[in-house]
């Protein structure tokens, strides 16, 4: 149920995600009132508030709560923004994204994982969120230009692509590298695009469509 683990989620926010600097408001509001145990298999349940990221199938994780809190709050969402998300996984991100922004445009590359995704999402009452099933690394360009660009499994490369549906105006984060990665914010301003290096990370590779 969601109205279980609530102390174990407050503890979550304010040890790990604004202890260690994370400071928007609605994001903590966010990391506050997702039921973050809901995004993982029973079995992990009573781990789903702990400093690190599990397992969620597929051989594919669901990020680390601080990750997932300094990634949002690198996208200066404010409310009304549209959003695309690379990498739907369990949907913990998307539900976090789908508090605070107007519409969730998320792509996966795993049907199981989207259909799982979807219907927890469903179940919490999210409808500001639009689910596909493909290689996210092309975007969604008939729903584009978007607001923020938020992107959860590593890129080799800065992809072009994203930044392509970005409005100006709009900021892009992505994990990139191979070995070492690192989080880019992207901003996309009328002069083109500015790419700054945040913090190391380590993301699961994004996939490419076989
Ligand atoms: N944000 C997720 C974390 C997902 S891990 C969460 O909160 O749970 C990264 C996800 O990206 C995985 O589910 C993986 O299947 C997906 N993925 C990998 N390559 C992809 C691609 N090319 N297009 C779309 N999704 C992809």
């Known amino acids: 149920m969601s109205g279980e683990y609530t102390r174990e989620r407050r503890l979550m926010t304010d040890s790990q995600i604004r202890a260690r600097g994370v400071r928007d408001p609605q994001v903590l509001a966010a990391m506050d009132k997702v039921p973050r145990h809901l995004f993982v298999h029973e079995s992990l349940q009573a781990h789903a508030y702990a400093d690190e990221p599990l397992p969620i199938g597929e051989g594919q994780t669901i990020s680390q709560p601080y990750i997932v809190a300094y990634m949002t709050e690198a996208l200066g969402l404010r409310g009304g ?61 008939e729903a584009a230009p978007f607001d923020a660009v938020m992107v959860t499994a590593a890129a080799a490369r800065i992809p072009e692509a994203l930044e392509d549906q970005l409005a100006v105006g709009g900021r892009m984060i992505v994990p990139v590298g191979t070995d070492l990665q690192e989080l880019f914010l992207i901003r996309k301003g009328k002069k083109g695009v500015e790419r700054e290096r945040r913090l190391a990370v380590r993301f699961v590779p994004l996939v490419k469509a076989s």
Do not use: H
């Open 81 to 141: 923004e549209k959003v695309l998300e690379v990498g739907t996984g369990s949907g913990y991100q998307t539900a976090v994204m789908a508090e605070i922004a107007g519409e969730v445009w998320t792509v996966e590359i795993v049907e199981k994982l989207s259909l799982r995704a979807r219907a927890v999402l469903d179940g919490l009452g999210y409808a500001n969120i639009r689910f596909r099933v493909g290689d996210g690394s092309a975007g969604w360009p």
